[in-house]
């Protein structure tokens, strides 16, 4: 089969690579219908992770093609959602909606990778969500957004307890904050702050529910966001980029006692524990358990209630994989999905 091989930073080629097989009988083998970049595949790409030959891709939307002896909930043919941890969805630590720190939790990147053609996932009946059907070609991209950057972008916004007669604001433009939007719109947010300079961006967060728009940074970002509610700062912040000034920024903005979902994925973030102490405030966050909004998300997908799909502003081929990674790290696209 063809599949992404990250070669060393900077340097993606699309290769034939083994075909995936069952190894455990808990595992299933699917056929990717459309995969994507995410933006925490730049890390990699920047020299930021390591990347040697890393076989690429955690997001993925598929027909079972082959299933292991143990599998129960999933069957040849199914069209399956699957999440970017693998998880068992059945230890305590699932069972508490934590999926992401399942006691066998696992990262679909590295030893999987599924920008491919097929993917063998572990524990299909914990991590694999069937549709009601086989879906319309026009859901695809919608179904494929839930599998991460959707649902970690309603982890984000139920971390942050965003609901009616809340203010929230989201630090972070890009896939995950613009589903965070999303996401506090659908939970009921009275008010929604999408903080942003691009003024494509800022399209597509006023089309999922921003109602205003902040472009300072920084400082400056948090005084704005106080300015718009009577100096008290936001009910619920979403941080949603992973750098120093993101993160400050969003401790910054929320109120006291107000609650800050983070979901960027943050390398060289250091806190200050003294000002994160005096402002007084709920934190939660780190990799999402997608797996505990699944079904939900696939169902309002499925109905059209929402459209998600839309996050994806260039689509190319698996075979041109390196012209996506090159758009997202040049910021001139903002998720690119594959099509197998």
Same mark, same amino acid.
């Given at each position: 089969m063809r599949g992404v091989v990250m070669v060393k930073p900077g340097e993606v080629t699309v290769e034939d690579r083994e075909d995936p097989r069952i190894i455990e009988p808990t595992d299933a083998v699917i056929r990717l219908s459309a995969t994507c970049i995410c933006g925490s595949d730049l890390w990699p790409y920047r020299g930021i992770e390591p990347a040697d030959r890393t076989l690429m891709g955690h997001e993925y939307v598929g027909v079972v093609e082959e299933i292991g002896m143990d599998v129960k909930n999933v069957k040849v043919g199914d069209f399956v959602v699957g999440s970017f941890v693998i998880s068992d969805n059945t230890c305590e630590i699932c069972q508490a909606g934590f999926q992401s720190k399942c006691v066998h939790a696992e990262f679909v990147h590295g030893g999987i990778g599924t920008q491919a053609e097929r993917a063998r996932i572990p524990q299909a009946d914990g991590t694999l969500v069937t549709t009601p059907g086989q879906p319309d070609e026009d859901l695809i991209p919608s179904l494929l957004a839930a599998s991460d950057v959707l649902g970690t972008g309603w982890f984000a916004a139920?971390?942050?307890?965003?609901?009616? @007669?809340?203010?929230?604001?989201?630090?972070?433009?890009?896939?995950?904050?613009?589903?965070?939007?999303?996401?506090?719109?659908?939970?009921?947010?009275?008010? $929604?702050?999408?903080?942003?300079?691009?003024?494509?961006?800022?399209?597509?967060?006023?089309?999922? @529910?921003?109602?205003?728009?902040?472009?300072?940074?920084?400082?400056?970002?948090?005084?704005?966001?106080?300015?718009?509610?009577?100096?008290?700062?936001?009910?619920?912040? $979403?941080?949603?980029?992973?750098?120093?000034?993101?993160?400050?920024?969003?401790? @910054?903005?929320?109120?006291?006692? @107000?609650?800050?979902?983070?979901?960027?994925?943050?390398?060289?973030?250091? $806190?200050?524990?003294?000002?994160?102490?005096?402002?007084? $405030?709920?934190?939660?966050?780190?990799?999402?358990?997608?797996?505990?909004?699944?079904?939900?998300?696939?169902?309002?997908?499925?109905?059209?209630?929402?459209?998600?799909?839309?996050?994806?502003?260039?689509?190319?081929?698996?075979?041109q994989a390196a012209e996506g990674y090159k758009a997202m790290d040049e910021r001139t696209a903002t998720k690119v999905l594959l099509t197998i």
């Open positions: 139920v971390a942050a307890e965003a609901g009616p @007669g809340k203010t929230v604001a989201v630090v972070g433009d890009g896939a995950v904050g613009l589903m965070a939007i999303l996401a506090a719109k659908e939970l009921g947010a009275e008010r $929604i702050i999408a903080m942003s300079r691009h003024k494509d961006r800022q399209e597509l967060a006023r089309f999922y @529910g921003a109602t205003d728009i902040v472009e300072e940074r920084g400082e400056e970002g948090v005084a704005r966001i106080k300015e718009l509610t009577g100096g008290l700062g936001a009910h619920s912040v $979403i941080e949603a980029v992973g750098t120093q000034e993101s993160f400050m920024q969003a401790v @910054g903005a929320t109120r006291g006692g @107000g609650h800050l979902g983070y979901v960027g994925v943050n390398y060289d973030v250091q $806190i200050p524990g003294i000002q994160l102490f005096f402002a007084g $405030i709920h934190t939660l966050g780190g990799p999402a358990p997608v797996r505990r909004f699944l079904p939900d998300l696939i169902q309002m997908i499925w109905d059209r209630r929402i459209d998600p799909g839309r996050v994806f502003d260039l689509t190319l081929p698996l075979e």
